[in-house]
């Protein structure tokens, strides 16, 4: 049986929609950190055995990058959270909740 993912966006998908990028526990250090801050960014990663979380996109669908908790090992799949509600989280910023419409704006219907 394939594997699936949930799509917070279109739901239930088989994983061949998706595309991996990698670890999305890594975060980006200050334009002027020094070299070795950045150098780890960049070329060091660990090979985790077990539940890590990944940037997917879901290439073959709405195109929206997500976070995919994933056990590296039985490719379980645990949790998945659009990219953009995971970096504002992370951040400690609230997500972006939708405006209400407002009454009484545009033109009346008859």
């Not at 699936?4 to 994983?15: A, D, N, S």
């Not at 490719?75 to 419409?101: C, I, N, Q, S, Y």
Request: one cysteine or more; glycine letters at 8%; proline letters at 6%.
């Amino acid at each position: 049986m394939a594997s699936l993912i949930t799509c917070p966006h279109c739901g239930v998908r088989p994983k061949e929609e998706f595309t991996i990028r990698g670890d999305a526990s890594p975060v980006r250090p200050a334009p002027a950190a020094e070299f070795a801050a950045w150098d780890e960014y960049v070329h060091i990663r660990d090979n985790v055995r077990g539940v890590m979380k990944e940037h997917w996109q879901h290439s073959g669908g709405c195109r929206r990058w997500l976070v995919v908790e994933r056990d590296t090992f039985t490719h379980d799949v645990h949790g998945v959270t659009d990219a953009a509600d995971f970096t504002k989280a992370r951040a400690g910023k609230p997500a972006k909740a939708e405006k209400p419409a407002k009454a009484g704006k545009g033109r009346a219907k008859a």
